[in-house]
């Protein structure tokens, strides 16, 4: 007696496996790419701070780095000077961005506090709301007990 097999061969769903994996991949990198992009701006060495931000949805990034003899003025990436970054504020205020943005600052370590000032004050004078940007502390040491 042969034995025959009833059952139909469907060896497609086998190559549609590897397919739906792809798809699946793809829409993990899609959902979840944009929560690990970091703000935009310049690297700079940032002063720290204990205070934790929340995160903001319409953000602009002004970054005051190290360069001599004034420190750079970096606008997102673009390097602007104090005219060019008053009159890139203004035309975002005219654009009506002005009650949706907050101007997130970020200063290295080592630019003078006047020249952060005269920065925030423009960015106050174009009417935005303006936050200061640190980074996290390093822990401190925990002081262990003394034994006596």
């Known amino acids: 007696m042969k034995l025959e097999m009833t059952l139909p061969e469907t060896p497609g769903f086998m190559h549609a496996v590897p397919v739906l994996n792809i798809f699946a991949l793809l829409l993990l990198f899609f ?24 995160r903001y949805q319409n ?6 780095g190290p360069g001599e003899p004034t ?16 009159e890139r504020l203004e035309k975002l205020r005219a654009d009506g961005m002005k009650s949706k943005a907050i101007v997130l600052l ?4 080592d ?3 006047g020249v952060e000032r005269e920065v925030t004050e423009l960015v106050l004078s174009k009417g935005f709301r303006i936050a200061l940007v640190g980074k996290i502390p390093p822990a401190a040491p ?3 007990p003394t034994n006596k």
């Open 31 to 54: 959902l979840l790419g944009p929560s690990l992009v970091l703000q935009s701006g310049v690297a700079v060495d940032l002063p720290p701070s204990r205070f934790q931000m929340e």
């Open 59 to 64: 953000t602009l990034v002004v970054t005051l």
């Open 71 to 86: 420190p750079r003025i970096h606008f997102g990436r673009d390097a602007v000077s104090l005219a060019e970054l008053a």
């Open 106 to 109: 970020q200063t290295n370590t």
């Open 111 to 113: 630019t003078p506090v």
């Open 142 to 144: 925990v002081p262990q």
